[in-house]
């Protein structure tokens, strides 16, 4: 008995072990691959021509873009190395009914963020001054949202909640991903509160799912809520940044309005999951 405690506990230790190396790798070299590549483009003959890369989105679709294609070197590497994968074996080539399942986790995102926008207008957070229609930044943000949704769902869902419930359940692999998430998003507390509450939601909607269910999810909100509150298109008026964030200073920064509207969502797929594992 103690022997097999013992070998099951070793065996987690080394599990949690390759999940916390690819998180540190994942995470880490974003912080160190997109000033590296700011200074690339800076010194590249073709600094003229990739400039608009540098202030698109806020100055962040460089960091989008790289993270996108760090996240998928690292991704497949180690789960090659680290559980002997083949690519077609992993989860973001092994989901079935693709487009069926991402357009049906776009419908909840896109509709949790539209009633969190409508709270803001209702308790009168914000006030709307003016529309400007400007397509090519909606084209612009779908493309950048799309990366980030991709990059962060194939990180902390696919691979890191895939292999930490073999050794710490459902639950306990939900939890320690949010808790990450979470942590990601400080020092805001609503930002970091909301983000938990957003790593239960998309936790339990993954191993419902699938990963392309929580990309589409992931994809509608930030789409939806930059599109919105970036004034590229919508013009407003922010009265209360504790209730609806302080958007001004960035589209994607949480406002306590947000933390039922989230938590809501991971009350809605925790007994979701629930209900399928009977």
């Not at 202030?55 to 679709?61: A, C, I, L, S, V």
């Not at 989901?95 to 539209?114: D, P, Y």
């Not at 339990?204 to 970036?230: K, P």
Request: aromatic fraction near 18%; glycine fraction near 8%.
């Amino acid at each position: 008995m103690n022997t097999f405690l013992s070998h099951r506990f070793k065996s987690l230790v080394y599990l949690t072990l390759k999940v916390a190396l690819f998180l540190a790798l994942y995470i880490g070299g974003i912080f160190y691959l997109v000033p590296f590549a700011r200074r690339g483009i800076k010194a590249s003959i073709f600094y003229d021509w990739l400039f608009p890369l540098l202030q698109w989105d806020n100055g962040r679709f460089l960091g989008r873009i790289t993270s996108f294609l760090w996240c998928f070197l690292i991704y497949f590497s180690l789960e090659r190395l680290f559980f002997r994968n083949k690519i077609s074996q992993t989860v973001f080539f092994q989901s079935q009914h693709l487009a069926k399942t991402f357009f049906h986790g776009a419908a909840l995102g896109g509709g949790l963020i539209v009633i969190l926008i409508g709270l803001s207008l209702v308790t009168g957070s914000i006030t709307i001054t003016s529309i400007t229609w400007n397509p090519a930044v909606l084209i612009l943000y779908l493309a950048a949202m799309m990366l980030t949704a991709i990059s962060e769902e194939l990180a902390l869902r696919g691979f890191a909640i895939t292999h930490l419930r073999q050794g710490l359940g459902n639950h306990g692999a939900v939890l320690a991903v949010a808790i990450v998430f979470g942590l990601l998003h400080l020092p805001s507390l609503a930002y970091a509160g909301g983000a938990l509450l957003a790593g239960f939601a998309l936790g339990y909607a993954f191993l419902s799912y699938g990963v392309y269910y929580v990309i589409g999810w992931h994809f509608a909100w930030n789409w939806i809520e930059t599109s919105f509150f970036s004034s590229k298109i919508v013009q407003y008026q922010l009265n209360n940044a504790s209730l609806a964030g302080n958007r001004l200073e960035s589209p994607d920064q949480f406002g306590f309005l947000t933390l039922p509207v989230i938590g809501a969502a991971a009350l809605f797929y925790f007994c979701i999951f629930q209900r399928r594992k009977k």
